[in-house]
């Protein structure tokens, strides 16, 4: 594990027996890097950690799951603040120190008289991180915990994400922290950070709707000394690339992940154009989950971009290794086309025959299992 992290989690009562509640914490001073949801209704325990993003001298995240604290009003960002200040004190950090993370119901302010109270029972002496018991505790409707842990030189690397609905990210991801021992200046873990982010995260989609409590951040203490900046950027990406697919095949109600690779774009700009179109299309999505060999929904997907550089006669689709466009499919084809969409993950491959733009985006199937959670997620 990283060296020098501590943490705590509780059920705040949110929950009904499980942890909704987690802190972690650098014990020593560290650098960071975090970027947050562009949603014009954005919660106020984003725009708190956002107001001081710029310090880049977090130490450490406290999350509530189960109550996304947004739509709340001025109680809302109260009580966003109280609660980071409380944890602050607790743990002995200055409140512009903690990313404050909120995830679940929107509209329904927080039930601060269980949330202080269990504030209050959190050790004076916090124990070595468990990191396995944060990642379950920030979860809402994911079926599992998601984390990752990886070495960089003497360095290690953490990741812990939750998410599977309402997620298609323009910044970062629903929740998603980093923790790492690694030493590296505050403007360099910023640019890798976000180089990163915009590969991965960004490139993620589960139903085209961006969050209103997007947050995402990295937390450098730097006590295994100094590391590449390329090496760990290299080790960051699979990190969160693992946390990617992970969240998208655990996606609310899905049954398969989809990897949409673009090449041959103009750039990676319009690859991930067409990658989100295709990614995105609920026919795409579930003809995928029937096993339907219908290329014509990728080919209308493509074609409905408002792009006039794209060119059927230049184009060709895939499915896996096998081509559906432009070659004519037979039965033979077809048939072979739909034992490879029978597998639990499935690669879409699209060239556009116009450059060495390339962009991969990742997803799920849409099954009627998402319509019925989410036709009464607050009931």
């Known amino acids: 594990m990283p060296r020098g992290f501590r943490s705590h989690t509780a059920n705040l009562g949110l ?15 560290a650098v960071s890097a975090a970027v947050f949801t562009r949603s014009r209704f954005a919660g106020p325990s984003v725009l708190l950690s956002q107001g001081d993003a710029a310090r880049q001298d977090a130490r450490g995240m406290v999350v509530i799951s189960r109550n996304a604290n947004v739509a709340t009003g001025r109680a809302g960002a109260a ?12 743990v002995g950090v200055v409140p512009e120190q903690l990313v404050i993370g909120s995830t679940g119901v929107i509209g329904r302010p ?14 004076a002496a916090l124990p070595p991180a468990d990191f396995e018991a944060a990642a379950a505790a920030i979860m809402t409707t994911d079926t599992r915990a998601k984390s ?7 360095a290690v ?26 030493e590296l200046p505050a403007g360099e873990l910023d640019a890798v950070f976000r180089r990163v982010m915009d590969r991965t995260f960004n490139a993620l989609s589960i139903d085209t709707d961006t969050s209103t409590s997007d947050s ?9 000394g100094p590391v590449d900046p390329a090496a760990f950027e290299a080790v960051l990406y699979r990190a969160a690339l693992t946390l990617v697919r992970d969240i998208a095949s655990d996606g609310e109600g899905a049954s398969k ?21 295709v990614v995105n299309s609920p026919l795409v999505k579930s003809s995928v989950h029937g096993a339907d060999p219908n290329w014509g929904r990728v080919a209308m997907a493509i074609g409905k971009l408002d792009d006039d550089r794209l060119d059927p006669a230049r184009t060709t689709i895939r499915y896996g290794a096998l081509e559906l466009f432009p070659a004519e499919p037979d039965d033979e084809r077809l048939a072979a086309a739909g034992a490879y969409l029978a597998g639990t993950e499935v690669v879409i491959g699209v060239d556009l025959g116009l450059g060495d733009g390339e962009f991969t985006v990742y997803g799920c199937d849409l099954t009627p299992e998402y319509v019925e959670l989410n036709s009464g997620y607050t009931t």
């Open 79 to 90: 009580h966003a603040a109280e609660v980071r200040r409380l944890v602050a004190e607790a």
């Open 110 to 123: 927080y039930p601060m008289e269980s949330i202080r109270a269990g504030i209050a029972e959190i050790p």
């Open 216 to 224: 995402a951040a990295i937390f450098a203490n730097g006590q295994a």
């Open 257 to 277: 992940l989809i990897e949409v690779r673009v090449t041959g774009a103009r750039d990676a700009a319009q690859a991930k154009r067409v990658g989100k179109s």
């Open 157 to 182: 690397l953490v990741g812990i994400a939750k998410g599977v609905g309402m997620i298609e990210p323009n910044m970062a991801t629903l929740l998603t922290f980093f923790f790492t021992d690694a």
């Open 148 to 154: 990752v842990r990886l070495r960089c030189g003497e």
């Open 15 to 29: 929950k009904d027996s499980a942890d909704d509640f987690a802190v972690v914490i650098s014990e020593t001073p």
